[in-house]
Every structure is written in structure tokens, then in C-alpha cells.
């Protein structure tokens, strides 16, 4: 009775409905919205499953039951199971499941949209699935749909009707058989009274052979048309065929139903490696034989990812180990999880909210994969990365397809690195990640292209992050990582996840290879590789682990506008003093290691290939100490085809720049001078003070001729970093700060390198700042003590330091080219550099060394109160030169001492500009006077002098300032013929002939030539004698002025004292005690001499 109710309750909806013109399907809709599964009368299903009241429970005991029972079960009762499973297909059904249990996951209730087709959405979705009941309702779902649900699509769709109204819904009698094949007979027989397009579709079906169909061949069928269209060269449903399909699944033109069927054959694939006919067949014995399905029972499903990880961790050992066969098809299979995302459970679940956030519009096609991995490098803007259970995921889908092995595994990186690989690693052997490597090495070069090089380092961010992902590495240093760095000794462990592995092999192992203390601790291969990768990985901070997940704060925060290659290490290197502390020791480790190895410095490496191998050849090739490679490129940064290439040099400049920060940036100096650094200089915090602190006690013990202090190898490396300091004003700090102002005063346009602005503020010395003068003369100190860091100097003087002074010691290189600048292939812009040294030598006694050591003692006898009551930073302005003077004349001065002032009076006689004083109070003079045509800076006839000596005698000397000068000049040659070298030249013979025995000073040759010149016996050279008679007259004319001047002096002093008073009742006393006395004495003699005549 309750059975026909039913059926009657049903038929009255049914006409309601009809009459109403509602379709089948509507039909279905519209039945109480409870979707219950009527089972009456069905026999032993029945009182097997009325047991529960869940529609679901019941169709899954109905149709499990209808394949047990041998006795076929009513056509009416199978046609309502058919009915209920067609009705999971719907989306109201679907909604009515699924809408409760699913309320937490937003993803699924997206897909229950009227225009979603529901199962479809539900089905891909569902790994992304967390909630549980979602997951089992979606499963148990899953399970009862038509085995075959999306190659009947349309079929259910244009036949439902039709099989409602003839009760056509059969059951197949084996869940292997495709589900409609019963129900496609029942129609079949019935084939006049069907409408139109269930007619057409029941013919496509036939068409593909349905009925005979095997269910793991649906994908041909689906991908009938697809077939004739992509691979018609293939045969039909043969395995090429699959493959085949796979390689175009996709391509924009592929039928939407193709794709899914094989999407869905390849997701059933991941779960059961069983499902792939090719692995099974192929790997088989290989398999067995490594015991790949270890602590499996046979019926379990073995997911392929503990089957790639297995065979791939023997392969590693020996490749040869696994048959070809089987690693073709582990090749296809890696290359399955790399084009589809959806194929990973893991994946899909752990990035479903970043796939949502930063990929929702990419496709499919290994570009999400991408697309997750460039997500999870740091950014160069602020923005959020990617989660961190996303990106384990991404780091085990990494390590399961194995990109690093074979590049070609990954479409994406297939694509576009083919035209590289084709082009520049085209004699490379596959495999073993040697193609891999070679694109690695071609980065930043011309043949690389953008695609190629973001898709190779997204791969490859990760690939760092596990050294056994990189075959030749794992390969060479297998036995180091376990001996040394306590690496687990199997490759790959399916138990464990790949960030809990061995997460710092890699560093550990790059200390062996580059601390020179564990050198030779790893066998060469290992620590050859090691070298390799850090070459190849210091593109990018990215490839760097250690620095990028300690420092992704500070790259975030501080460098997300540098986004070159290795331009993240440079901005962290600038800033290094503002990084937090763990980031701030990480790079100043690294930057140690980069000073020595120029290999880890990417952007020189990149900007500067070509000088290298030009310029640097053998520092490349011999490789005796690993930063000769940096030395010879600071050495030729101003060479032309370096400064052609701005890049290159400014990279150069960077390195110098930043080992400025830290003296243990550049190895040599850190070995050379570290022991003398904490001796000496504990507080200094930068490298250039530590410079200063060091050349002060070179510059002292060479002055004081003392045993230098600092040994020679220390003594080089602060030569070579004074050097390059004054080659570039930015690279002494104290010099850029103290003179910025200055420099845009007075240099704006002149380039900071090449010495160019250094040069430049000295000659505009007498306007700088107090500060500006103080950093200057510092650095000139430097140069005249040590003259091998006078870059101007040394570049100038280059060609004439090799001709003349190639067997000199550098330090003294100015002094011997001193002596050889009057020579006619002298070069002449050298000799102006010379000239304008021996200026500032005769400003200050402390830019000349000879004059300091010579004249120690003398200075402190005789100049001490000038020194005294002078700031001890600044130049003297000659003052003690004067005072030296002064003592010449009187000769007071030590022979030492008189011989090396003799030398700077000849100079400066040749030369007036060397002399400071007589150029600035005789300027008006020089410049009417005796102003000589087309005269120079190097211009050494003395004729200017003598032009000042004549003009003294003949009275044209209208500043008495000039005249003092010009008769102490007199004065001084009087002292030695040496100051006069004019009146020296002109005697040469005779002062060979007749006075080579007396020695220098205290006027001897003068007089023994004016003792010549009387006697009538011997007679001098005419020129002598004539030029000998010029210089007397002269003494004469200074020795009458010096006397008038002794009286005039002495009068206004006495009107200029305010005790003149006092000092005139004195004079006046005193003169008249003395008349007094001479009467009185008078007197005396004349009484006397009266006596004397009685």
C-alpha cells in the first residue's frame, strides 16, 4: 500500500509538472527536496539496506549489493538506483549535501553557483578540502557517481527524459563496465519512440564503440576528436597515443572534456602509481628488486611519490642501476606533477589561499607552479610572501619531479631555455644537472634570455635550499656532507619532509671549502663543486639560504628597489651598519668570504668578464692568491676599456667602497695587519681608520730611520689602500666628509676619481674650510712619506719612473725623479706633477723627509716656539723653512742640516715658484718686472731671480717687503755657492780646479774664489770672473743696505717704544757723563804734558 501511494504521489507531480512544461530534470528538482532513495520492492537489497535512513548510505549498499547478488535484480528497481545516481550529477542535489556540511570551505560552496557545473568544481576541489565532513561527503560522493560520469555528460543530458519515460536506468553488472552500457541496450530497443537528440547522442556513442569499451580506455573516447586532431600519426588508443594527448592536454584548442579526462586519469595516477600502465610495466622489476613498496600490504595503494623517491635515491648512487625503460617513465612522470598544480594534494590544500591571492588568473601548465615559486623568493616590493605550508609544499613537489636532475621536466623551464640551451649548451650531455649548471653559468651573459633566467632561479630557489637536489654536488660531496656535516646518508626519505633535512649542509660545507683554516679537509671534487654553486647562486640572494631567510626582514624593509643581479648583496653590504644583528654577522661573514673570492661577486663578475680575461689574464690563470683577480681590476679601473664600461667600473668602486667598512673586507690586509690592528688600533671601528692608526707608525718609524715597527707584508696592504683612497676621494671617508662643502664650492664639476678632485682642492688650498685642510694635509703627509701612494704622482710619472727610477725604492721615487726632470725626453706633464710636489714640500718641512731627518735638531733647537704655538693639522705656510733660513745665514745650522737647505735654495733659485714667500711678496714685481714669455710652472732657468737681484741693485723694487726677500735671497748665496746655482754653473771649472778640497758651507768656495779673483797669478774663467764680479757688487750693495737698515731699525724701534722717555734721559746721561769725562780727562793730559815740557 505504501509503495503505490508512493507511485501515485509521484505521477501526480509528474503531471503537475508536465502540464506545466517542466523538463526532466526539473522533474527530479521538484520531488520534496529530500531526495530520498525508494528501495521497496527490490528484493534482498531491500532488507540489506533500509537499514539507514541516508540516502547515500542506501545507494552504496544498493549498488554494491546489485553487483554481489548473482539473481538479477528488477529492472523498476534498478531504474530508481539509476535515477539516484544520476540525480549526484545535479547541482540542486549537490547543494542539498553538500551546503551544510561544506559551510566552512568557501571554495566549494563557490562551485554549487547555479552556472558551475558542481561536480566538476567539487571534484578538483577537493583536495584543497580541510574540514573533514566536507571531505567525507565529497568522497562518498565521488564514489557512487557514474564511473564514467564525464564522457556521459550529454548523453544524461539529451536522453534523461527518455530514459525516465521508458524506465531504461540499468546497472551494470560489474562496477569495471562502463555505467551506461545496460541502459544504452534498453534505449536501443526502443530507438523509434526517442527524441531527436537522444537519438544523435546515442550515435556518438556507437560511434565510440561504448558498449565494448574497456573503463582505463575512456580517455581515448573522450578524446576521440582530439586524437585525429594532435596526434594523427599515432595509433589509436595505444600508449604513444596517451602520451601523446598529454604533451597537447594544454593546448587552447583541446577539447574541455579531453583535458578533464585526462586530468582526472592523471590524478588517479598520483594516488596509485598503479594506475600508470607505463610504470608498472616499465619499473616493475626495479621496484621489487629496491623495495620500493616497503611496509606496504599489496592491496594498499602506493601513492607515485614514494615510488619516484625511492628509485630516484638509487638512481643517485648509480643511474645504471635502474633500467632505461623505467627512468624514461619516471622522466614522464616528474613531468606530470611539474605542468599540473591540481595533481598535488599537498599543493592544492596548502596554497589554495595563495593560488587565490596572487595566481587566481594564471593558467594551468607548470605556469601556477611558477608562479607560487617566484612568490615565495623575497620580494623586491612589500609584499606578502608566500605561507610557509605552501611553500614546504612546493619544496617536496621540488624534490619528487627533480628539475635540478633534468631540466626538462619543468615546461616552463623547458620553454623558455630551450633557445638557450640550443644555442650555448648544445655540447652538454643530458643528465646529472649538467645542463642545469650550464644555464646556470650563463647568466648575465648575452645569451641568456629574461624568461629563461626568472624561470631557471624561481627553480632554483629552491634547489638551494637542499644540496642533494643538485646532482653534481650531491654526487661529489656525498661523503664529505655525511663525514662532516652529519648529512643523512640516503638521498631522499619518504617519512621525512625536505625542510627538516639537513637544512645546513650547504653552508657547512661552503666553510670547509673557503675558510682557509679547514682547507684540504674536503676531497677536491667535493670542494670544486662547492666553489661551483656559490659561483653560480651569488646571482641572487635568493640562492643564498643562509642570508635570505636571516635577512628577508631587512631585504624587505630596506632593499626592495634593488632587484639586479646581486644587487641585494651590495644593498645589504652598504647598509650593513643598520641590519639587524644576526643579518649583520651573516653578511659580514659573507663579505669576508667575497673579498677573497671573486667568483662569489656576481655583479663583478657580470659587468666585468671582458677586462678580466684581457687585463687580468694572469691573475686568472694562476690563481696564486685568490683576490689577485680584484687587485689587477682596481689596479686598471682607470684603464679605457674599463672606464668604457661604467658598470663594470662602478662595481669595482663598490667593492673598495665597502671594504672601507670593515678592514676584514679585504683578506690580505685582514691576515697582513690584524695582530698589529689589536695591538695599536683597538678602538678603531672602519677600515680607513685603521689605515690612519697604521701609516702614522710607518710614517714615524721612517722618519726616525727606526726599525719599522709593522712588518713589510702589513706595510704593502696599507700602501695599496692609501693608494686607492687617493685615487678616489669617496674612498677616504674622513677626506669626503671633511671637504664636501668645499668640493662643490670650489670643484663641482670635477670627477671624484682618477685623483682629479684631490688635485683640485689643493690648488684652491688657501680658501678651504679649517676641517677641509686638516683631512688634506693628513693625506699629504701620507704621499710625502711614502710616495708609492701618490697616485697622481705615480700615474703621471709612470713611463719616467720605468726609464729612470725603475731600480729606486717607491717610497722615494719623487726625490730620484727630482734629479732627472731637467732632462730633455723628460715628459712634461711629469714634471709638472713634480714641480707642484716640491711647492707643498716647501710649505710645510713635513711633506719633506730628508730636510725632517737631516734637520731634527736643528728644527728643535732653533724652530721649536714656531711649532709650539702652530696647530699641529695644518700646514706651517713655510714658517719653519724660514727659521732654517735665518740660521743658514747664520750659519748655525749642522752640516747635514746646511747641505740639505742648500739643495732647497738651489731649487727654489731656479725655480722662484718654489719659493712661496718671494712668489706672494713679490708678485707686482714678477709679474712687470721680469715677466718672462710663455713662462710655466716647470720653467728651471733662475732668471727670474736674477731679474729680482738686478732690479734690488738698480732701485726699480718698490715694495720693501719684496726687497727684504730678494737681499735675504742674496744673503743666503752668499753662505754657500749652492743657493746660487746661476754663479755655481759659471764656475764649475774653476771651482774643480781650485777649491774641490774645501768643504760646503760657511762661505769657503766664495771666499776661495774671490781669493782667485785678486791674485795676478791665477786667474778664473771669464764668465766665472765676470759673474763672480756681479755677485761681489751685490753682497756690497746688500752689506750697505743691511747697515742703513741696522740704523733705521734701531730708530723706529726707539720712537715705537713706549719707554722711549726713559730710554732718551738715559742716552742723553750717559752722552753728557761721557763730555763730562773727556773734559775732565782733557785736562789731565794737558796738565801732563806741561809738566812733561819743564
Not at 210 to 237: G, M, N, R, T, W
Not at 271 to 282: F, P, T, W
Not at 1026 to 1041: D, F, G, I, Q, T
Request: net charge neutral; with cysteine.
Amino acid at each position: 500500500m505504501l509503495t503505490r501511494y508512493m507511485l501515485f504521489d509521484v505521477l501526480c507531480i509528474l503531471i503537475a509538472c508536465l502540464l506545466n512544461g517542466a523538463t526532466a530534470a526539473q522533474i527530479i528538482k521538484a520531488r520534496q527536496g529530500s531526495y530520498n532513495l525508494d528501495i521497496s520492492g527490490c528484493g534482498p537489497i531491500e532488507k540489506k539496506c533500509q537499514v539507514s535512513e541516508d540516502s547515500l548510505e542506501i545507494l552504496s549498499c544498493a549498488l554494491n549489493n546489485s553487483h554481489i547478488i548473482k539473481s538479477q535484480v528488477p529492472f523498476t528497481c534498478q531504474h530508481r538506483i539509476w535515477s539516484h545516481q544520476a540525480e549526484l550529477l545535479d547541482n540542486n542535489l549537490l547543494d542539498y549535501k553538500l551546503r551544510e556540511s561544506c559551510q566552512d570551505e568557501p571554495t566549494i560552496l563557490e562551485c554549487l553557483k547555479p552556472e558551475e557545473y558542481a561536480i566538476d568544481c567539487v571534484l578538483k576541489k577537493k583536495p584543497i578540502v580541510k574540514n573533514r565532513i566536507c571531505w567525507r561527503m565529497i568522497n562518498k560522493i565521488e564514489s557512487l557517481i557514474f564511473n564514467d560520469w564525464q564522457l556521459i555528460n550529454n548523453f544524461l543530458k539529451s536522453c534523461f527524459d527518455d530514459i525516465q519515460a521508458h524506465t531504461c536506468g540499468r546497472i551494470p553488472p560489474d562496477s569495471r563496465i562502463l555505467s551506461q552500457t545496460q541502459t544504452l541496450k534498453c534505449l536501443q530497443g526502443k530507438e523509434l519512440h526517442l527524441k531527436p537528440e537522444c537519438q544523435s547522442e546515442i550515435a556518438v556513442l556507437n560511434e565510440l564503440k561504448y558498449s565494448s569499451l574497456a573503463l582505463d580506455k575512456i580517455v581515448f573516447a573522450a578524446c576521440h576528436v582530439d586524437q585525429s586532431i594532435f596526434c594523427p600519426d599515432e595509433v589509436p588508443a595505444s600508449w604513444r597515443m596517451y602520451k601523446c594527448l598529454l604533451h597537447h592536454k594544454y593546448e587552447n584548442s583541446m577539447s574541455k572534456t579531453c583535458q578533464d579526462l585526462l586530468f582526472y586519469d592523471q590524478r588517479s595516477v598520483i594516488m596509485n602509481y598503479k594506475m600508470s600502465k607505463g610504470m608498472v610495466k616499465s619499473c616493475k622489476e626495479d621496484i621489487r628488486k629496491y623495495r620500493c613498496r616497503k611496509g606496504i600490504v599489496e592491496d594498499k595503494d602506493v601513492r607515485l611519490a614514494q615510488i619516484l623517491l625511492c628509485l630516484e635515491n638509487v638512481s643517485r648512487d648509480d643511474a645504471s642501476k635502474i633500467s632505461q625503460n623505467c627512468l624514461d617513465e619516471m622522466n614522464d612522470h616528474r613531468r606530470m606533477l611539474m605542468n599540473d598544480y591540481r595533481l598535488s594534494p599537498e599543493l592544492m590544500q596548502n596554497c589554495a589561499n595563495d593560488i587565490t591571492n596572487f595566481c587566481k588568473s594564471v593558467e594551468t601548465g607548470g605556469k601556477t607552479i611558477h608562479c607560487l615559486m617566484d612568490h615565495a623568493r623575497p620580494r623586491k616590493r612589500k609584499e606578502k610572501r608566500i605561507s610557509i605550508a605552501c611553500q614546504k609544499s612546493l619544496e617536496l613537489l621540488v624534490q619528487e619531479a627533480d628539475p635540478g636532475e633534468d631540466w626538462r621536466v619543468d615546461p616552463i623551464l623547458r620553454n623558455a631555455c630551450k633557445p638557450v640551451v640550443d644555442k650555448a649548451c648544445r655540447k652538454v650531455i643530458g643528465g646529472s644537472g649538467r645542463v642545469m649548471s650550464c644555464l646556470m653559468e650563463r647568466l648575465g651573459t648575452d645569451l641568456m634570455n629574461p624568461d629563461c633566467e626568472n624561470a631557471l632561479l624561481q627553480i632554483q630557489y629552491f634547489i638551494s635550499r637542499d644540496f642533494k637536489l643538485d646532482p653534481q654536488l650531491y654526487k661529489a660531496c656525498r661523503y664529505d656532507a655525511v663525514t662532516n656535516c652529519k648529512a643523512k646518508l640516503q638521498w631522499a626519505d619518504a617519512s621525512e619532509h625536505q625542510s627538516d633535512k639537513d637544512p645546513l649542509i650547504l653552508p657547512c660545507l661552503y666553510n670547509f671549502a673557503y675558510n682557509s683554516k679547514h682547507r684540504g679537509i674536503l676531497q677536491p671534487a667535493c670542494e670544486q663543486q662547492v666553489k661551483r654553486v656559490m659561483r653560480q647562486r651569488a646571482v641572487s640572494v635568493d640562492l643564498l639560504p643562509e642570508i635570505e631567510d636571516t635577512c628577508i626582514d631587512n631585504l624587505a624593509n630596506l632593499c626592495f628597489e634593488n632587484t639586479g643581479k646581486g644587487e641585494e648583496i651590495q644593498c645589504l653590504q652598504n647598509k650593513i651598519r643598520v641590519l639587524s644583528p644576526k643579518c649583520k654577522e651573516i653578511v659580514t661573514n659573507f663579505t669576508e668570504t667575497q673579498s677573497g673570492h671573486i667568483e662569489l661577486n656576481a655583479v663583478v663578475n657580470s659587468n666585468c668578464r671582458l677586462p678580466i680575461e684581457r687585463l687580468c689574464s694572469t691573475e686568472l690563470k694562476s690563481k696564486k692568491e685568490e683576490d689577485d683577480v680584484l687587485e689587477c681590476l682596481i689596479l686598471h679601473k682607470n684603464n679605457p676599456e674599463i672606464k668604457s664600461k661604467p658598470k663594470c667600473r662602478a662595481a669595482i668602486e663598490h667593492e673598495q667602497l665597502i671594504s672601507l667598512k670593515n678592514y676584514r673586507f679585504t683578506r690580505k690586509f685582514k691576515y697582513a695587519c690584524r695582530s698589529y690592528v689589536v695591538k695599536f688600533c683597538p678602538r678603531a671601528q672602519t677600515k680607513s681608520q685603521v689605515v690612519t692608526c697604521l701609516s702614522e707608525i710607518v710614517r714615524n718609524d721612517t722618519i726616525n730611520k727606526r726599525k719599522h715597527t709593522i712588518f713589510k707584508d702589513c706595510r704593502q696592504q696599507l700602501r695599496s689602500q692609501l693608494f686607492q683612497q687617493n685615487e678616489n676621494i669617496d674612498l677616504d671617508p674622513e677626506l669626503s666628509v671633511a671637504c664636501k662643502e668645499d668640493l662643490s664650492l670650489y670643484c663641482p664639476n670635477v670627477p671624484h676619481g682618477e685623483s682629479a678632485a684631490l688635485e683640485c682642492l689643493q690648488t684652491a688650498s688657501g680658501k678651504l674650510s679649517k676641517a677641509c685642510k686638516r683631512a688634506i694635509f693628513i693625506v699629504r703627509k701620507q704621499e710625502f712619506t711614502d710616495n708609492a701612494i701618490d697616485y697622481h704622482l705615480i700615474t703621471s710619472c709612470n713611463h719616467m719612473i720605468d726609464m729612470y727610477c725603475h731600480n729606486i725604492e717607491s717610497t722615494k721615487v719623487l726625490d730620484c725623479l727630482k734629479t732627472h726632470r731637467q732632462k730633455s725626453d723628460f715628459d712634461e706633464n711629469c714634471n709638472i706633477v713634480i714641480v707642484n710636489r716640491m711647492i707643498e714640500q716647501n710649505s710645510d718641512y713635513r711633506f719633506n723627509n730628508n730636510l725632517q731627518s737631516f734637520c731634527n735638531y736643528d728644527i728643535r733647537t732653533f724652530c721649536s716656539k714656531i711649532i709650539a704655538n702652530e696647530p699641529q693639522d695644518v700646514e706651517l705656510q713655510g714658517k719653519v723653512l724660514q727659521c732654517l733660513k735665518v740660521k743658514f745665514k747664520e750659519n748655525k745650522l749642522t752640516t747635514a742640516c746646511e747641505n740639505e737647505l742648500a739643495n732647497v735654495l738651489k731649487e727654489q733659485a731656479l725655480n722662484y715658484r718654489l719659493d712661496p714667500l718671494l712668489g706672494k711678496l713679490c708678485n707686482a714685481e714678477i709679474q712687470t718686472i721680469c715677466a718672462v714669455p710663455n713662462d710655466s710652472i716647470t720653467n728651471s732657468d733662475g732668471q727670474v731671480q736674477e731679474c729680482l737681484k738686478t732690479a734690488l741693485l738698480e732701485h726699480r723694487i718698490v715694495s720693501a717687503e719684496c726687497a727684504r726677500e730678494v737681499v735675504q735671497i742674496i744673503e743666503e748665496t752668499e753662505i754657500d755657492i749652492e743657493a746660487d746655482p746661476l754663479l755655481e754653473r759659471a764656475c764649475a771649472l774653476d771651482l774643480l780646479k781650485y777649491c774641490k778640497d774645501l768643504q760646503h758651507g760657511a762661505g769657503r768656495r766664495l771666499k776661495c774664489l774671490k781669493i782667485i779673483l785678486n791674485d795676478g797669478t791665477r786667474k778664473l774663467e771669464p764668465e766665472c770672473a765676470k759673474e763672480l764680479s756681479s755677485r761681489l757688487e751685490m753682497y756690497r750693495y746688500v752689506a750697505a743696505v743691511n747697515e742703513i737698515e741696522g740704523l733705521s731699525d734701531m730708530y723706529n724701534k726707539l720712537s715705537s717704544s713706549p719707554s722711549k722717555k726713559y730710554i732718551l734721559v738715559v742716552m742723553i746721561s750717559m752722552t753728557g757723563l761721557i763730555f763730562i769725562m773727556g773734559l775732565y780727562c782733557g785736562c789731565l793730559t794737558k796738565r801732563s804734558m806741561y809738566v812733561r815740557k819743564k
